[in-house]
């Protein structure tokens, strides 16, 4: 450990004991929000625009998302997004190819943005069954023993 080493030790302990914040993340944060026309949009977009740490911001009129990168909280954006008085949650779709089936009931939204369905938490509807397994690769290209009429 040299001396430049040495330096960047005692610069890292210095800084760290001054401040007791946490650096945030940068992230980037999605959020649905109902907006019907240009003038919507651009009051949600200059609204999420004045958040502290902002250093994107892109806002969707056909998807109804509004999508913050930057060092910004989560929670933050929502509250900022709802307080321009448009109804605002943070955004539940997926791609529908992360989804084991996407059109079950409880993940099929028929209000989605294409390519995308409700995210879920569930277990049971992301997993295949044994049964359903074995009739998804009964005719699947991959196995050597499948059924030869297709």
């Known amino acids: 450990m040299g001396v430049a080493g040495t330096l960047e030790y005692f610069s890292d302990l210095l800084s760290s004991s001054k401040k007791g914040k946490k650096k945030k993340q940068m992230q980037t944060v999605s959020v649905k929000v109902r907006m019907d026309c240009e003038g919507c949009q651009l009051k949600v977009k200059n609204a999420l625009s004045s958040l502290k740490g902002v250093k994107s911001v892109d806002v969707d009129l056909k998807q109804q998302k509004a999508t913050v990168t930057g060092f910004v909280d989560p929670k933050k954006v929502l509250k900022k997004a709802q307080s ?19 059109y079950a009931a409880q993940v099929y939204d028929k209000k989605a943005p294409p ?36």
Not at 84 to 102: D, F, Q, S
């Open 84 to 102: 321009t008085g448009k109804k605002a949650e943070p955004w539940p779709y997926v791609p529908y190819n992360l989804i084991a089936h996407p």
């Open 115 to 150: 390519g995308y369905v409700r995210a879920t938490e569930e277990t049971a509807i992301a997993t295949l069954s044994t049964v359903e397994e074995q009739y998804t690769t009964m005719f699947s290209d991959e196995n050597p023993n499948a059924c030869s009429i297709m």
